[in-house]
């Protein structure tokens, strides 16, 4: 078993729930002109490998208010592993979570697999996946800080993502009621279970964890999964509370909440935003295919502090 994530309370955070008044002053400057709809995230550029100055500050812009942007390309359906990886590059991105199951490249393909050891995850399947963020299953050392996606193909009906982002989930739930950020800080409040393969060994061992966290640099970091099964959540009432009205914003119609469908040459720049992937559809011509890249880093430029 490994050591409960470490829970960082940096003083000069916003984000430590003893300090209201930094707390209040961040919420109203994060407030002012906070993005509307999903057209407010989305930039027109030319070519992730090649982003121009200005493409770079209108994209930057976007996370530093809400943690993602979104872009539009014209690379359409080419599928050079260098699109997305030279954009995180740009966005100082170098720690590469190379997963077991990624490309060579270090990225993830994600499309549905008939065969092999990827049918067996959902990511590889049609199937929707539901809130999260990514890698909340890793080791406190190994935590995703930042998420691209990057659309090769879409498919032929379907397929589209929800995206909060996680300061704002973390808003609701403060305004709500403050202890629920500190339940939901506790070294304990979600454990995923050891992975046991097929001969009895361990491939991953236990991870507890809290929810949120607060990162040397006083940024905030969630480590999310709405699912059920495969989880162990603390018990207590204030957690089984915050973790209820939690859900019940993802599941609502919060305007803080984007819903939309990526199209060939499109992707996501994020801090690891929550999101969700909706049910899919693929046929002879439109065979679903996303890029993934997951980074042990932050996105540069977007620090709090």
């Not at 740009?90 to 990225?107: E, I, M, Q, T």
């Not at 629920?180 to 454990?191: G, N, S």
């Not at 899919?280 to 540069?300: G, I, P, S, V």
Request: hydrophobic fraction near 35%; include cysteine; charged fraction near 25%.
């Amino acid at each position: 078993m490994t050591s409960a994530q470490p829970n960082f309370r940096v003083v000069s955070s916003p984000f430590n729930p003893d300090n209201e008044d930094l707390y209040q002053r961040w919420r109203d400057q994060k407030l002012i002109n906070y993005p509307t709809n999903l057209g407010d995230l989305l930039v027109e550029i030319k070519d992730p490998r090649t982003l121009s100055n200005r493409e770079h500050a209108a994209l930057l812009q976007r996370c530093r208010k809400a943690n993602m942007a979104l872009y539009a390309s014209n690379t359409g359906t080419d599928p050079d592993p260098e699109i997305p990886l030279s954009l995180g590059r740009r966005f100082g991105l170098h720690g590469l979570n190379k997963n077991w199951l990624a490309d060579d490249s270090g990225l993830t393909s994600l499309t549905v697999r008939n065969e092999g050891i990827r049918q067996n995850y959902i990511p590889y399947t049609n199937r929707a996946i539901n809130w999260h963020t990514d890698g909340y299953y890793n080791s406190a050392e190994k935590q995703i800080h930042a998420l691209n996606l990057h659309v090769v193909q879409q498919a032929a009906a379907g397929g589209e993502n929800a995206l909060m982002d996680h300061e704002m989930a973390y808003i609701l739930l403060r305004d709500k009621n403050p202890e629920y950020i500190r339940a939901l800080m506790e070294p304990r409040a979600m454990t995923i279970p050891a992975r046991i393969d097929e001969g009895g060994t361990v491939a991953r061992p236990e991870e507890p964890g809290p929810v949120f966290s607060i990162m040397p640099s006083g940024d905030l970091h969630m480590r999310y999964t709405i699912r059920v099964n495969n989880v162990m959540w603390a018990d207590d009432p204030i957690t089984v509370e915050a973790l209820s009205y939690l859900q019940q914003i993802l599941n609502g119609e919060s305007s803080y909440i984007y819903r939309g469908r990526l199209e060939a040459g499109m992707g996501l720049v994020s801090n690891n935003v929550l999101h969700d992937r909706a049910a899919f559809t693929d046929d002879a011509t439109h065979k679903r295919h996303y890029y993934r890249a997951r980074y042990f880093d932050r996105l540069a430029g977007t620090n709090i502090i």
